[in-house]
């Protein structure tokens, strides 16, 4: 049974930096394309940054280009995501997922490439 569990969000101002956690059990982290997305209030859920199983792959929403870093760690079983420059639009729910074998035919940027999700952290940016 995979888990997700997410960490480190919080409220920061304008300009801040935050880095999100994602930590794994079950299943087979290593071999895994993860994602980050999130929900502003009202809204639905976007897709943020995804990484490949390696590390070695990482593909970012416009909006986060130059200002988020995806990363992982293996033999942690956790995944990161760095948020700099933060702006009031990036208060959100985040959201971390683990892909699924039968999302493969979705593009990476798609919720249905992933099967398992967290429980999301709250993101909240004051201006």
């Known amino acids: 049974q995979v888990h997700l569990v997410e960490s480190g969000g919080g409220l920061v101002q304008a300009g801040g930096s935050l880095r999100l956690s994602c930590a794994a059990s079950?299943?087979?982290?290593?071999?895994?394309?993860m994602g980050w997305f999130r929900q502003a209030p009202g809204k639905e859920r976007e897709f943020v940054a995804t990484?490949?199983?390696?590390?070695?792959?990482?593909y970012y929403a416009d909006y986060a280009k130059g200002r988020f870093t995806i990363s992982r760690d293996n033999a942690k079983n956790t995944m990161y995501l760095q948020m700099n420059s933060l702006k009031p639009e990036d208060t959100a729910v985040y959201y971390c997922?683990?892909?699924?074998?039968?999302?493969?035919?979705?593009?990476?940027?798609?919720?249905?490439?992933?099967?398992?999700w967290g429980q999301g952290t709250q993101v909240t940016v004051s201006s």
């Open positions: 997922a683990r892909s699924q074998d039968s999302g493969a035919t979705y593009p990476t940027t798609s919720e249905r490439r992933y099967g398992y």
């Open positions: 079950g299943g087979t982290f290593t071999s895994a394309r």
């Open positions: 990484i490949s199983w390696s590390g070695s792959s990482t």
